[in-house]
């Protein structure tokens, strides 16, 4: 069950490092690329880091899931915006390109994730007959 939502988050992630890295290349030569790329790196190894923990998470009770899936979530969101303004004092990297890493990578691993739940589904129930089912 966790194979399929892991590759559904890496392969995009991974997929756009050539697109960051061109891109960054072509708006601001290596400095923008590196950070793009950083960027995009760092925010990948965050989520994946997080895909560890939310594991945990689920493994615990029902009752906690919904609130601990969006505590591990926003636990990266704000640290990965805190790392933005470390990074914008660092000299030769690039703040924005460095954000604009890290969303693209944030916005490629939500789509992967939602892509690869759409396509791993299972339903819970399926041989349950509902009242009223003509049957």
Do not use: H, K, N
């Amino acid at each position: 069950m966790w194979r399929p939502l892991l590759a559904g988050g890496l392969v995009p992630c991974l997929g756009l490092a050539p697109v960051a890295g061109v891109v960054g290349w072509t708006m601001g030569g290596s400095p923008t690329a590196s950070s793009a790329l950083f960027g995009l790196g760092l925010a990948t190894l965050f989520f994946l880091v997080g895909f560890a923990c939310l594991r945990l998470v689920l493994a615990g009770p029902a009752s906690g899931q919904m609130a601990g899936a969006l505590g591990v979530f926003f636990v990266q969101v704000f640290l990965l915006l805190g790392l933005v303004d470390v990074i914008e004092a660092v000299p030769g990297l690039d703040g924005r390109a460095f954000a604009v890493g890290g969303l693209v990578a944030a916005l490629a691993w939500q789509a992967g994730q939602a892509w690869a739940v759409l396509r791993t589904r299972r339903l819970t129930y399926g041989d349950l007959e509902m009242p009223g089912d003509a049957s």
